[in-house]
């Protein structure tokens, strides 16, 4: 698959770049980007959670009633059947981490590319850097490239200060290292930015 390579002011450069087959060309396997978007999701969560249980409730071990005599044979006021008692099996802090192989990763990484390259939602650009970090200059650039009114994902080949710190207050827009690149993300995108050279560092990560 050919796509043109245009430069930051939007203008076809008249050169085209061929996405590598064996990324973008694949058929994408669905369970693979459930269980690495999963994961990234799990990964996402603090897991702080905690409700008392009985022990742990502050108030008198009196019991309440007789044992016999009619009534429910309830304990103390800490009881879960009472209000304000504990809870019973009541969420505990815990991490929600669990191991994915790195070839499912990997394959989840291709196929969530694979359909953004199905429905022409791949964009390259030029190698490009501001000289300052300046959100204008971005959002000229989105305008220029017709994607400011997307969801927009932006890798690059390595981190660029500037181009990070210019795009981080445009609302809908994440700047991205190939290292970084996930699933998530780049489903998430409503279109995918590559810079040039990004697109051969992603083959020497992905292959």
């Known amino acids: 698959m050919e796509v043109n390579v245009y430069n930051i002011k939007g203008e076809d ?3 085209k770049i061929t996405l590598n087959e064996s990324i973008f060309g694949i058929e994408p396997n669905d369970h693979a980007i459930y ?14 959670h905690k409700s008392k249980e009985r022990s742990e409730i502050s108030g008198s071990t009196r019991k309440i009633g ?8 309830r304990g103390d006021m800490n009881s879960p059947l009472l209000v304000g008692g504990g809870r019973v ?23 969530a ?10 964009v390259v650009v030029e ?4 000289e300052a970090p300046k959100t204008k200059d971005f959002i000229a650039m989105t305008k220029n490239l017709k994607v400011s009114d997307k969801k927009l994902l932006m890798i690059l080949p390595e981190a660029n ?36 050279s990004a697109l051969s560092a992603i083959d020497n990560i992905l292959m």
């Not at 007789?66 to 044979?73: D, E, I, V």
């Not at 099996?89 to 196929?111: E, I, Q």
């Not at 190698?127 to 501001?130: C, I, K, L, R, T």
């Open 161 to 196: 200060k500037n181009v990070y710190l210019s795009a981080r207050n445009v609302k809908g827009a994440n700047v991205q290292t190939v290292s970084g690149l996930n699933t998530y993300r780049v489903l998430d995108a409503g279109v995918v930015v590559f810079a040039e």
């Open 89 to 111: 099996f009541g969420p505990k802090p815990r991490d929600y981490y669990f191991k994915l192989n790195k070839k499912v990763k990997t394959l989840a990484r291709k196929s």
């Open 127 to 130: 190698d490009f850097s501001f």
């Open 13 to 15: 450069t008249g050169r």
């Open 66 to 73: 007789r044992q016999k005599g009619g009534g429910a044979r």
């Open 113 to 122: 590319l694979a359909y953004k390259a199905q429905n022409n939602a791949v």
């Open 35 to 48: 269980l690495d978007v999963k994961q990234f999701m799990a990964n996402q969560r603090q897991g702080t």
